[in-house]
């Protein structure tokens, strides 16, 4: 059971925009940056997007996040083959001691 | 460019202690906090803990009794020792950097099986 609540999956068509929620609560997202991971199939995950909407150098700007309240968003649009992945939301979790949290993550399938 | 190579047996037997290192190349630990994230077949992500250069760790507090991080500022080389390992600790083994929100680097990762 992961602290972050995520879909386990959603589908689109390519060229399509599709977006992937994370949900917390005050003691993670509600007062920390939040960041998403893209895991293509038999790779390490990658950074996607940094402190909610920050994109790291070579990111396409297809991608783009958002954070309102104890919830955050990951946006992709003109969705593409290479797409499919499985993404993560992650960010600090400033209860008793401060822990690293993951969401339990999303399977995008680009049909 | 920056580097992280994980290393270590790909094989542990339950009750034993499995042992990874991760050599960073590339630039010095220094500065830096350095994590373990481990990653079950066909699961998601957990977080293991985190090491600071000087020192100082922190862990998943659902680890936190079997779990020691550990840093070598010499070898410029993290290291994971988890203890009393199950079937349930089966998983790929990532070494991480973690920088102020975010974990901008991952090491490719490490199977390692539990298994007599």
């Known amino acids: 059971q992961s602290v972050l609540t995520q879909p386990p999956s959603v589908s689109a068509a390519p060229g399509q925009k599709v977006t992937i929620s994370c949900s917390g609560s005050s003691s993670n997202i509600g007062n920390n940056y939040v960041s998403w991971y893209q895991q293509l199939p038999g790779t390490a995950p990658k950074l996607l997007i940094y402190d909610n909407n920050k994109r790291p150098s070579g990111i396409p700007d297809r991608f783009s996040g958002s954070k309102s309240g104890t919830s955050a968003t990951l946006g992709i649009t003109g969705l593409q083959t290479g797409d499919e992945a499985d993404y993560y939301c992650g960010t600090w979790d400033s209860g008793l001691s401060a822990n690293w949290v993951f969401g339990g993550g999303t399977k995008l399938t680009v049909l | 460019q920056v580097q992280l190579q994980e290393s270590g047996p790909g094989l542990v037997k339950p009750s034993e202690t499995l042992s990874l290192t991760c050599t960073v190349s590339?630039?010095?630990?220094?500065?830096?906090?350095w994590s373990w994230i481990r990653q079950p077949p066909g699961k998601g992500l957990e977080w293991i803990g985190y090491?600071?250069?000087?020192?100082?760790?922190n862990y998943n507090p659902s680890l936190e009794s079997r779990v020691t991080i550990s840093v070598d500022t010499s070898k410029n080389q993290i290291s994971l020792k988890l203890t009393s390992v199950t079937a349930a600790d089966t998983a790929v083994y990532y070494c991480?950097?973690?920088?102020?929100?975010?974990?901008?680097?991952w090491g490719q990762g490490t199977l390692v099986t539990v298994s007599s």
């Open positions: 590339g630039d010095s630990i220094s500065s830096y906090y």
């Open positions: 991480a950097r973690l920088v102020a929100t975010k974990v901008d680097l």
């Open positions: 090491v600071y250069y000087s020192g100082s760790t």
